[in-house]
């Protein structure tokens, strides 16, 4: 029997409570590690942040390098934000 892989696209909510306007770092962090826990939960076999670490117009991507960058569009907001990314060790982005 061939298993085919499960996933989804787009944006997901965040826990109960969650402000997704301007999180500071530990919120957002128990933000997705909620949305990755609920999607092991549903039995996803390729988890994502579920896009809750998009600022205004700017996404964070992978490249075919392994690497992940920022891809900035147009500010929504000029104001200098700085976000961390952590993968656990072997894991995967």
């Known amino acids: 029997m061939v298993k085919i892989l499960t996933t989804h696209v787009g944006s997901l909510p ?3 409570g969650f ?3 301007a999180p500071d770092d530990a919120t957002l962090r128990t933000a997705v590690d909620w949305v990755v826990a609920e999607q092991r939960a549903a039995g996803l076999d390729v988890i994502n942040e579920g896009e809750l670490t998009k ?6 991507v992978k490249l075919s390098t392994a690497t992940v960058a920022y891809n900035a569009g147009t500010p929504a907001n000029p ?3 700085y976000n961390t ?7 995967q982005y």
């Open 19 to 21: 402000d997704p306007v």
């Open 79 to 81: 104001d200098v934000v």
């Open 85 to 91: 990314l952590a993968t656990p060790v072997g894991g």
């Open 55 to 60: 600022q205004g117009n700017t996404k964070v």
């Open 14 to 16: 965040g826990p109960p």
